[in-house]
């Protein structure tokens, strides 16, 4: 089973870009064989290969669910909210990235969202954000465990909208904005 990590988000809007920063962290991790990291930072269409052979997916990205910044989200791709326009500000929404990639399935994915600190010009992430990343690599790390003790599509086991993660990574949300 393939395992897509897929780093997205804007390098120069602070913690936009949060989801790359992310999967340079992972790259520097032992991960399984089978799992690939991504930067596709705000150029989603760049993935499209990628995504269209992966089995499951975890995106990372800032993410505003109304919660302390640096707070650590996973949401099912499914539940979150899409933007009611064409264009999110990585160019698409990721459920049309995933049509198209060619998937005639819906993708096992989620969303690990961190909630920004700070979104404005500049290259370098607020310090609780930054500080946030060693919790993205222990949640992305027990998502793929989840993902390969358990067939591709099959619904995520213990996810109840509404509840928030904390820094012990016991519980999740749902319903949130993908930046």
């Known amino acids: 089973m393939s395992t897509l990590i897929l780093g997205i988000g804007n390098l120069l809007l602070c913690d936009e870009g949060i989801g790359v920063h992310a999967v340079r962290a992972l790259q520097q991790e032992n991960l399984p064989p089978d799992v690939i990291t991504f930067e596709a930072g705000t150029a989603l269409l760049d993935a499209l290969p990628e995504i269209g052979r992966a089995e499951h997916i975890i995106i990372i990205d800032a993410m505003r669910a109304n919660h302390a910044p640096g707070t650590v989200y996973i949401v099912p791709l499914g539940e979150c909210v899409r933007p009611e326009y064409t264009a999110s500000l990585h160019g698409f929404d990721m459920q ?3 049509y198209l990639a060619g998937r005639t399935s819906p993708a096992d994915a989620i969303v690990i969202g961190i909630e920004p600190a700070r979104i404005g010009w500049g290259t370098e992430l607020s310090p609780i954000i ?4 060693p919790v993205v690599i222990e949640t992305v790390k027990t998502e793929i465990a989840n993902f390969n003790s358990r067939p591709p599509s099959f619904p995520l086991a213990g996810n109840q909208p509404g509840g928030k993660i ?3 990574g016991q519980s999740r949300i749902g319903s949130i904005r993908l930046e």
């Open 166 to 168: 904390t820094d012990s």
């Open 96 to 98: 049309r990235v995933l």
């Open 130 to 133: 930054r500080d946030a990343i």
